[in-house]
Antibody, heavy 118, light 110 residues
Framework: QVQLVQSGAEVKKAGASVKVSCKAS????????IKWVRQATGQGLEWMGW????????VYAQNFQGRLALTRNLSTNTAYMELSRLKSDDTAVYYC???????????WGQGTLVTVSS | SVLTQPPSLSGAPGQRVTISCTGS????????VHWYQQVAGAAPKLLIY???NRPSGVPDRFSGSKSGTSASLAITGLQADDEADYYC????????????FGGGTKVTVL
């Protein structure tokens, strides 16, 4: 079945960077964009951006321009989200999701908690 | 949030609840709307795609619609395990095609 499995929880200091992985299985990785969304504790969903694994093209939300890098490794069918210059309000659960033919997100990874301490 | 949803709604078992999602011509007026269900402690799950389509496995008690710059999600025959947060999502051409979410609606089954 189609599945996205994310890397484990991270604890980082303010100012550092974090890199979260999202390993895809059960479908042709090159054929679907991967989106990234985050959710602070008790808050709603926030769009971060997406990447086309075939071309490597990325689209980033304005809030993350200059701090966010979405990449991929085609040999392992893995997408990566790297966020730099971390601040305490970057503490959140980060999700990857596959962008399907209707541009909706399905399925989602299980989420990765990133905690930023000062 | 770019898309506006009511923060909370409630209903008794068996009742119908409708969640609204209001946007503008640059988002809902241009792009499809999708809906996600998120139960406590879990990742969001796709509930409705392309305004009014249900993925396989989603009960027909859930239905979506869109008109102009607004959309809505209806849940009929409310059940205890429908208690969750619901989010609408679209895209916005004024934000270079970035995705946008509603703030989410907490549905409580009384």
């Amino acid at each position: 079945q189609v599945q996205l499995v994310q890397s484990g929880a991270e604890v980082k200091k303010a100012g550092a960077s974090v890199k979260v992985s999202c390993k895809a299985s059960g479908y042709t990785f090159l054929s679907y964009d991967i989106k990234w969304v985050r959710q602070a504790t008790g808050q709603g969903l926030e769009w971060m951006g997406w990447m086309n694994p075939n071309s490597g093209k990325t689209v980033y939300a304005q809030n993350f321009q200059g701090r966010l890098a979405l990449t991929r490794n085609l040999s392992t069918n893995t997408a990566y989200m790297e966020l730099s210059r971390l601040k305490s309000d970057d503490t959140a659960v980060y999700y990857c999701a596959r962008k399907d033919g209707f541009w909706s997100a399905d399925p989602w990874g299980q989420g990765t908690l990133v905690t930023v301490s000062s | 949030s770019v898309l506006t949803q009511p923060p909370s709604l409630s209903g008794a078992p068996g009742q119908r609840v409708t969640i609204s999602c209001t946007g503008s011509s640059s988002n809902i007026g241009t792009f499809d709307v999708h809906w996600y269900q998120q139960v406590a402690g879990a990742a969001p799950k796709l509930l409705i795609y392309g305004n009014n389509n249900r993925p396989s496995g989603v009960p027909d008690r859930f239905s979506g619609s869109k008109s102009g710059t607004s959309a809505s999600l209806a849940i009929t025959g409310l059940q205890a395990d429908d208690e969750a947060d619901y989010y609408c999502q679209s895209y916005d051409r004024s934000l270079s095609g970035s995705g946008v979410f509603g703030g989410g609606t907490k549905v409580t089954v009384l």
